[in-house]
């Protein structure tokens, strides 16, 4: 297994893949995402997402995102903080993966840093 870069009650980050933890409805298995595969990431805050696209742990009534159960109570959405869910696009997925995080702004520092660490490596001319 690789290094941990960041860890949470809701997320794992490691240098080779991201960890989503209580993702499977409704046994809350943990779906691993490799890095490869992430095309775009962003939070529910930046992409302005309506309370219908939301959801406590399975998929929004208007939305293509499956969420990872969260602190997010269900009822009411009031306390439904957009800044801190992280919404996933993977690579030849139909679906985006959505979940909590507990400090938006080192996630997403994270993720920059290793994917642009892992765009280097993989473009690198050996000779």
Known sequence: MKRVLYDD???RIAQDHIELK???FPFGGSKIIPLSTIRRFYSAEERRLGRLEIKAWGKGLFSDIWWSWGN????PFYSWDPSSQLILEIEDATMRCGCTVQNYPLVRETI???LTRHE???TKIYE
């Open 120 to 122: 280097n490596e993989s």
């Open 112 to 114: 920059n840093d290793v």
């Open 72 to 75: 997010r109570s269900q009822i």
């Open 9 to 11: 009650k809701y997320i």
């Open 22 to 24: 209580f993702y499977y």
